[in-house]
């Protein structure tokens, strides 16, 4: 269960926070921010946001729907959206299932700002984010930039590649400041789609590397062979059955694709996190962001930001350790550490 506070009046200790948070995001006279919320929201942080807009002399509104996906299928939600400068999602219940929606595309694709928020304050404290975040974020898209060919591998027996030519390059840096942009709070992390059918070779989710979804990191390796751009066969012990299920869960043959990939730059983040925090919505965040992991995930990639096909109802976020990244000729990381010039720790 989330532990979440048991008044709103908490809110009003975050104010602060959300205020300096509010103006990275560009909030000011003039601007409209709209919290989108559910039965399951944080009370506290739709009490801070609105606090936050306030001060900065912007107008708030919030709008509550049932903890479903109901409400995708509302013009009403939709108009709404795009009725404002910056829409903040405190959809606790859904994940990420509300990005990945033509509601969400289509308020983007109007120029509406977005921002997802999670995770517990502490988190948001421990990571609020700090240029030099953004600054490896427009490095690590330099980057994905120079070939469309990525190539992973590890000690463990991963080795596999992808190819994205022509999809968008993406970063995240925590705060989302510009026309049709949107970012979770917090983050530190890049990303592409493949192209579906690209992804060609062998993933081993090896001891230690972190199933969200499960919120358990991985006690026996597992061998996940891909073909095509999809899962073809998962391997291994306990943590495999579990996965495996999982995915048959779905009953959609889209669950297997490859959704996005790409690395982690956040030196702040903890990868423990998880375990100690999981249940009360934290830790994600950490292991997505990590410093040096290799994040892959699969299912849903139907996203104005990631220019993917894939409109599975069905998400499945890996963040491991240890593997090795070369984008072209020029190889990004070693065993989990950069070696290239841009991220370098102060």
């Known amino acids: 269960m989330r532990r979440v506070p048991t ?10 926070m959300f205020r300096d948070h509010m103006k990275l995001c560009g909030v000011g006279p003039g601007q409209t921010v709209m919290a989108f919320t559910n039965t399951h929201s944080n009370p506290a942080y739709i009490t801070a946001l609105m606090g936050a807009v306030g001060v ?8 509550m729907v049932a903890a479903d996906d109901s409400w995708m299928k509302s013009r009403t939600i939709v108009d709404a959206w795009k009725g404002s400068d910056l829409v903040v999602g405190f959809l606790a219940s859904m994940g990420s299932h509300w990005i990945y929606s033509d509601a969400h595309n289509e308020a983007l694709e109007a120029g509406v700002r977005s921002l997802m928020i ?3 304050e502490d988190h948001l404290r421990r990571l609020f984010p700090i240029p030099e975040i953004r600054k490896r974020g427009d490095k690590s898209v330099e980057y994905m930039a120079t070939s469309d060919i990525m190539r992973v591998w590890s000690d463990a027996g991963s080795d596999f590649s992808v190819r994205y030519t022509g999809r968008p390059l993406g ?9 049709g942009r949107w970012d979770h709070w917090p983050s530190g992390q890049c990303g592409v789609a493949p192209l579906e059918d690209s992804a060609e070779g062998t993933l081993i989710v090896d001891a230690g590397d972190a199933l969200l979804p499960l919120g358990k990191y991985v006690e026996q390796p597992i061998r996940i062979q891909m073909r095509e751009g999809s899962i073809i066969s998962i391997d291994g012990g306990a943590d495999a059955r579990l996965l495996k299920d999982f995915f048959e869960n779905a009953k959609d043959k889209r669950a297997y694709g490859l959704s996005h990939i790409g690395w ?17 919505g934290g830790g994600v965040m950490d292991t997505e962001s990590y410093y040096g ?4 995930a699969f299912g849903a990639n139907f996203f104005r930001k990631l ?3 894939n409109r599975a109802n069905f998400r499945f976020d890996i963040p491991t350790r240890n593997h090795s990244i070369a984008i072209g000729d020029t190889q990004i990381i070693d065993r989990g550490s950069f070696v290239v010039p841009g991220f370098e720790l102060e």
Do not use: K
């Open 171 to 179: 970063s995240q840096y925590g705060y989302t400041d510009t026309p």
């Open 307 to 309: 220019g993917g096909e």
């Open 264 to 280: 982690g730059y956040e030196h702040r983040a903890n990868w423990n996190a998880l375990g100690l925090r999981f249940w009360e």
């Open 118 to 120: 999670e995770e517990p």
């Open 56 to 63: 900065l002399g912007g107008d708030f509104f919030q709008i």
């Open 7 to 16: 008044t709103s009046a908490a809110g009003a200790e975050l104010v602060p």
């Open 293 to 296: 992991n290799m994040l892959i």
